[in-house]
T-cell receptor, first 114, second 110 residues
Framework: EPEVTQTPSHQVTQMGQEVILRCVPI?????FYWYRQILGQKVEFLVS????????KSEIFDDQFSVERPDGSNFTLKIRSTKLEDSAMYFC????????????FGPGTRLTVL | EDKVVQSPLSLVVHEGDTVTLNCSYE??????LLWYKQEKKAPTFLFML????IEKKSGRLSSILDKKELFSILNITATQTGDSAVYLC??????????FGSGTKLNVKP
């Protein structure tokens, strides 16, 4: 069964460094999302992406964040200058049109900012 | 402000019990409500509900939506220890934006 994959599974970085989190969505899906979940807290929506552009973003998704689909398969989340409070699990999800609104989540990347 | 509220926050039951998890919402331009099960890592999809009064069923799990009263319930009958997880409710609103509740942590004891 097709699945969403994410790399790396765990990323440790120093405060102020840039990180890129990578996701490979399910191949025929059209909508892509990033979420984060701070330890012990609820899942929070960051951004949705469709047709090669951002369709919606939350208040959390400020200028430090950007998303890209550089090559038609990967979907990346970049954090330009990480802060301690960016430490969280970041989930990518993808969604097709046939099973509208059913999202498939990747396994997540745990980001630790020191 | 759009929000999704789940109750209870946590629940401890014994194997064989039946549980009902609640999700109420206030979301502009409601499109659908989804239930997920989150064990160690990523949420896994359980149900998507768009219409009131139509029960979705999968094995021992079932769910129903009430769009008039703005809530949904997730029922699990004959619970097993493998049902122990956090159950998440998410509501889709404007522009395909997802709003998640805080989850209900279910602990099923043998």
């Amino acid at each position: 069964e097709p699945e969403v994959t994410q790399t790396p599974s765990h990323q440790v970085t120093q405060m102020g460094q840039e990180v890129i989190l990578r996701c490979v969505p399910i191949s025929n899906h059209l909508y892509f999302y990033w979420y984060r979940q701070i330890l012990g807290q609820k899942v929070e929506f960051l951004v949705s992406f469709y047709n090669n552009e951002i369709s919606e973003k939350s208040e959390i998704f400020d200028d430090q964040f950007s998303v890209e689909r550089p090559d038609g398969s990967n979907f990346t989340l970049k954090i330009r200058s990480t802060k301690l409070e960016d430490s969280a699990m970041y989930f990518c999800a993808s969604q097709g049109l046939l099973r509208y609104n059913e999202q498939f989540f990747g396994p997540g990347t745990r980001l630790t900012v020191l | 402000e759009d929000k999704v509220v789940q109750s209870p926050l946590s629940l401890v039951v014994h194997e064989g019990d039946t549980v009902t998890l609640n999700c109420s919402y206030e979301v502009t331009n409601f499109r659908s409500l989804l239930w997920y099960k989150q064990e160690k890592k990523a949420p896994t999809f359980l149900f998507m509900l768009t219409s009131s009064g139509i029960e979705k069923k999968s094995g021992r799990l079932s769910s129903i939506l009430d769009k008039k009263e703005l809530f949904s319930i997730l029922n699990i009958t004959a619970t097993q220890t493998g049902d122990s997880a956090v159950y998440l409710c998410a509501v889709v609103g404007n522009f395909n934006k997802f709003y998640f509740g805080s989850g209900t942590k279910l602990n099923v004891k043998p």
